[in-house]
Each structure stands twice: as structure tokens, then as C-alpha cells.
T-cell receptor
Framework: DTGVSQNPRHKITKRGQNVTFRCDPISEHNRLYWYRQTLGQGPEFLTYFQNEAQLEKSRLLSDRFSAERPKGSFSTLEIQRTEQGDSAMYLC???????????FGSGTRLTVV | KQEVTQIPAALSVPEGENLVLNCSFTDSAIYNLQWFRQDPGKGLTSLLLIQSSQREQTSGRLNASLDKSSGRSTLYIAASQPGDSATYLCAVDQAGTALIFGKGTTLSVSS
């Protein structure tokens, strides 16, 4: 068990470009979450998967954002036509479906210039 | 709508002090409450999880309590050390679908 892995750790992109982040959860965890955190704020929920099914999406997840979890394993979060307001830390977390607590990855820091 | 508030927003103490971080939530219908630590520019590390049926949890120098009826939780840190310097986040799991976080308390422990 190597924990939740996120790649890349840092991403700098120009406004208008598309970016994709990857999250590899703990292998036996069936729920996977994406959160976004801006400076000085707590993380805010974006979306979550139960195995390969995307069960809930926040209003924060505009139509420029899309997330997938093919085969219920790793997940990707894509942002199209990035804007400066998308600059944030994107965090991934997984749990095993029972309320035993969330395990978070180290996050991907996105900077849109 | 559930709201989570953490007080104080920042705290500076000398090494060795015992301290208390506070977390309050507006809706007592929670599954559990979790305390996390976050170092600058890093992800979250889980410290303690308190189930809704529990009153407290302990891990080393950390003790977290939960009073659902009053919507409050406290994180007690004994004999603080410079290595405890970080932001501490409180989060409630209300519907089993997502955590709702406070803004955190940034702790600085000086040697």
C-alpha cells in the first residue's frame, strides 16, 4: 500500500490550454474523490466515483471540467480552456466505502498564467 | 447547508505549551468528523477520525473530542513541538458522499 498517488505534482499552463491530472487511489478503495483547494481555504468537493460510476458532481465543476475513472482504478481530471481562476491545488482522496476515514494524495498544484 | 468554522484562524505558541484548536459545525447530523494536518504546499495527512457515536479519539500527543449535540469538536495538542507547525483542518462527513472542510487553523510553534 503506497497511498494515494497524484501526478504531476506541479503544472504551469497558459490560459486557454487543456490540462489533465491523474490520481491512483489505494488499490482496494472503491470510492475516489476530487477536491479543489485555493489559498487560505479548506478543500472544496468537486466530484466522486464509486468504482467506475461518477455519482455526484459539485456546482463548482463547470462544463470545462471532466473526470473519468475507467475500470474503477485510476482517475483523471481534465480541465479544458483553462482560466486563471482555475489556479489551485487539486486533491484526490480515496476511501474503502466505509466511514473509516479518507486518505488524500499530495495534490497537483495548477498555475494558469 | 452544513458550514464548518475553525477558530482561531492562526495561533503562535512557544514550544512545550498545550493548546486547543476549535471546530464547530451547524448541522449535527454527521457520520463522522476527521482532523487533518497540512504542511505548506502539500496534501492532507489524516490525524484522527471520530465516528458519530464516539466522544473522543487519541493518538500520541493528540486528543480529539466530539460533541454532536452542540456541533463542536476540539483538537488538543499536548507539549507542542516546532514540528507541529502546520495548518490543521477539520472536516465533517455528513451524508457519506463528501467531506465539508473548515478553513483551517495555522499553527506556529517556536523553539
Amino acid at each position: 500500500d503506497t497511498g494515494v498517488s497524484q501526478n504531476p505534482r506541479h503544472k504551469i499552463t497558459k490560459r486557454g490550454q487543456n490540462v489533465t491530472f491523474r490520481c491512483d487511489p489505494i488499490s482496494e478503495h472503491n470510492r475516489l474523490y476530487w477536491y479543489r483547494q485555493t489559498l487560505g481555504q479548506g478543500p472544496e468537493f468537486l466530484t466522486y466515483f464509486q468504482n467506475e460510476a461518477q455519482l455526484e458532481k459539485s456546482r463548482l465543476l463547470s462544463d470545462r471540467f471532466s473526470a473519468e475513472r475507467p475500470k474503477g482504478s485510476f482517475s483523471t481530471l481534465e480541465i479544458q480552456r483553462t482560466e486563471q481562476g482555475d489556479s489551485a491545488m487539486y486533491l484526490c482522496a480515496s476511501i474503502d466505502g466505509t466511514p473509516y476515514g479518507y486518505t488524500f494524495g499530495s495534490g497537483t498544484r495548477l498555475t494558469v498564467v | 447547508k452544513q458550514e464548518v468554522t475553525q477558530i482561531p484562524a492562526a495561533l503562535s505558541v512557544p514550544e512545550g505549551e498545550n493548546l486547543v484548536l476549535n471546530c464547530s459545525f451547524t448541522d449535527s447530523a454527521i457520520y463522522n468528523l476527521q482532523w487533518f494536518r497540512q504542511d505548506p504546499g502539500k496534501g492532507l495527512t489524516s490525524l484522527l477520525l471520530i465516528q458519530s457515536s464516539q466522544r473522543e479519539q487519541t493518538s500520541g500527543r493528540l486528543n480529539a473530542s466530539l460533541d454532536k449535540s452542540s456541533g463542536r469538536s476540539t483538537l488538543y495538542i499536548a507539549a507542542s513541538q516546532p514540528g507541529d507547525s502546520a495548518t490543521y483542518l477539520c472536516a465533517v462527513d455528513q451524508a457519506g458522499t463528501a467531506l465539508i472542510f473548515g478553513k483551517g487553523t495555522t499553527l506556529s510553534v517556536s523553539s
